[in-house]
């Protein structure tokens, strides 16, 4: 069967799916664009350097275009009309396994795609001036087209191979990204963690593909979809935990998060990248795209809310204590995950939720990082807020920016972190029974010490005297901190707009929801539960303005020490070791992964090379005997002959005697 007569056959049984037409047939375009300047930037080389970097990012701003004429398309379509595939040409076909390497468009994944696409352009833009003096640049913008093909074909995939080859993209590329400095051994072993780490969580991924196919004998999103019913509900269990722990991996979700705030070695503009619109929401968009498996089991969704209530409550804690300016944010962006997986988690009350949240996070994420890459610019690539203070004075762009992403980011009042992260926290207070207090009080507590170490972020940083001075006359460092370039404020100005307005556009009306209801289902309101809907942004926003309030009297009032000081308190200590995660992960996997590797080795070479060498020693040492027999003596031979006639003859004798 052809590719076309597949989709035709799909269209003609589920007939909300429909063959792309119009703009819509360009949208191979879409991952392709990106893909070919990556591949013109690796093969040309030296010989890019002077241009390369504006053929990556007009490769991601065509593909941004073409994704807009499409998305313009599909809205002006009815509800059900929106979902509509594009098959390219047949993939894999051996046996009964027939996988198309085809594209579903549709509100979810075109969402996607405009996110991807739009931030991902803006990023590129403020690397050209980020990177512009790294002999490397080139390099950097091949790796970062390879990242966002790579999310695309994730996105746009319409079957569980497509989105396999996008995930393991992804993680190649963030794998590159990430040690793109080559020199730093913390930058190798950051890659190599996340790349490690990522692998766990990619084996749970594919053993729940095989799982779909050995149950249904199809990978195609619509077929399996319409025909999960037929698995029983303990397998069903398996897949959506499994799914999870796919997720846990790329979206740095508990027991798998401990790489992420470890992949900050990566040069600034990597870190905006990964942590606000691409490779973290690869779980969240995961578990929304497979929504209707995870209808089917209430178990299967409550697993996933409390990994993400965990999650965000340990991206919160530990964000409280690091001075560290990236991996506040990094720890930030592991919390607001945690929110969207939550969400998720809630089903039909929070698939839609999950999605908005992600969105404005991924504006004004990207624009926090985007900050904090030009603190570091100006600040001779330091990291260590300690080292700050007063720089409201000569980055009245960059703290302008910065501090409307960070207001969005606590949920200031109509911002748009206001919109989307109060809304989760209503669903999640919407759970009836224990769940609604557990899920809404980990989430409000969590609100709480987001304003709070935001808060602290935003005072040494931009407030307070200016103890870089301290430091020239200490141990000679020179800081000559100034505004960064437009090339890099003109992205940061974009996505502060987005910060500000993204939440009111995509609320009113329920725009947003509506949008993604063909792919999402409808969004059900929460019908009683343990508190008022209406009662949670006053909730919220007074525990948020708690956490400022905090903020201020511990070091908005105080002097901040150039020096951390020590000894600390044991919650502190312990946050600032990411809460033992690393040492967990030693104990648990790594060790007995280790040990486990090594007695295999052992077993390997003493007991199957053993058996294996001592039988060809054997066979060696037994022919190297019977050889010696073989003289070439005539007389030897008729001896030979003789005795062994002689005991042919006295076992005749003895049988006939006996």
């Avoid at 994730?154 to 590329?173: D, I, R, T």
Wanted: aromatic share 10%; proline share 4%.
């Amino acid at each position: 069967m052809t590719p076309t007569s597949v989709v035709g056959a799909l269209a003609a049984e589920l007939p909300h799916v429909g063959t792309a037409a119009g703009t819509a047939s360009l949208a191979w375009l879409l991952f392709v664009l990106p893909a070919a300047g990556a591949l013109v930037l690796f093969v040309a080389g030296r010989r890019a350097d002077s241009w390369g970097h504006w053929l990556g990012l007009l490769t991601v701003v065509a593909s941004f275009a073409v994704g807009l004429l499409i998305f313009l398309e599909t809205a002006g379509l009815a509800p059900e009309e929106r979902t509509r595939e594009l098959s390219l040409f047949e993939w894999i076909g051996v046996g009964d396994l027939s996988v198309d390497f085809g594209l579903r468009l549709d509100p979810l994944s075109l969402t996607f795609v405009l996110l991807i696409t739009g931030v991902g352009g803006l990023i590129h833009l403020y690397s050209i001036g980020y990177m512009s003096h790294d002999p490397g640049r080139r390099r950097f913008f091949a790796q970062l087209n390879l990242f966002v093909a790579a999310m695309l074909l994730l996105v746009l995939g319409n079957n569980f191979v497509m989105l396999y080859l996008g995930w393991e993209g992804v993680g190649l590329a963030s794998y590159l990204l990430i040690g793109y400095y080559q020199d730093r051994p913390s930058a190798a072993t950051a890659a190599k963690k996340a790349f490690l780490m990522n692998r766990v969580g990619d084996v749970g991924l594919a053993i729940a593909i095989f799982l779909l196919w050995t149950n249904l004998g199809t990978l195609q999103y619509s077929e399996v979809f319409a025909r999960i019913g037929e698995v029983d509900g303990g397998t069903i269990i398996a897949i959506t935990v499994l799914l999870l722990l796919g997720a846990c991996g790329k979206s740095g979700q508990f027991p798998l998060q401990s790489w992420l705030p470890d992949a900050m070695e990566g040069p600034t503009p990597v870190s905006a990248l990964i942590h606000a619109a691409t490779m973290v929401t690869a779980g969240v968009y995961l578990i929304a795209r497979t929504h209707p498996i995870y209808d089917l089991t209430e178990t299967g969704r409550l697993v996933v809310a409390l990994v993400g209530v965990i999650t965000l409550l340990i991206g919160a804690i530990i964000g409280c204590a690091y001075d560290d300016i990236k991996k506040v944010l990094a720890y930030s962006t592991v919390s607001q995950i945690g929110y969207m997986i939550l969400a998720v988690g809630l089903g039909p009350a929070g698939y839609a939720l999950g999605i908005f949240h992600l969105l404005t996070h991924g504006f004004f994420k990207a624009g926090l990082f985007l900050g904090a890459g030009s603190v570091m610019h100006a600040m001779n690539d330091d990291v260590d807020m300690r080292r700050f203070g007063g720089l409201y004075r000569y980055m009245p762009v960059t703290f302008v920016t910065f501090g409307l992403g960070y207001l969005a980011l606590i949920g200031f009042p109509f911002l748009s972190g206001y919109f989307s992260k109060d809304e989760i926290i209503a669903a999640a207070f919407g759970q009836p029974g224990w769940q609604g207090w557990v899920f809404g009080g980990a989430a409000t507590l969590a609100a709480g010490l987001t304003a709070f170490y935001m808060t602290r972020l935003m005072f040494m940083t931009f407030f307070g005297e200016k103890r870089w001075e301290e430091l020239k006359s200490t141990d000679g460092r020179d800081y000559h901190p100034h505004e960064s370039p437009a090339v890099m404020t003109i992205p940061m100005i974009v996505l502060a707009l987005g910060s500000v307005g993204a939440g009111f556009v995509l609320s009113n009306g329920h725009l947003l929801v509506d949008w993604l209801a063909p792919s999402l289902g409808e969004l059900e309101e929460p019908h009683g539960g343990v508190l008022g809907h209406s009662v949670v942004p006053y909730l919220v926003v007074g525990v948020s303005a708690l956490g400022v309030l905090i903020a201020w009297l511990t070091v908005g009032r105080r002097r901040t020490p150039v020096e951390r000081p020590e000894p600390v308190s044991l919650p502190v200590r312990a946050a600032r070791r990411d809460l033992y995660a690393n040492a967990i992960n030693e104990a648990l996997i790594a060790r007995p992964g280790t040990w486990l590797s090594r007695a295999l080795v052992y077993f390997d070479n003493r007991g199957v090379d053993g058996v294996v060498n001592g039988t060809a020693a054997l066979l060696g040492g037994s022919s190297g005997r019977l050889r010696k027999m073989q003289t070439g003596f005539v007389r030897s031979y008729a001896l030979s002959m003789l005795g062994g006639g002689v005991l042919v003859v006295a076992a005749l004798l003895a049988v006939r005697f006996a």
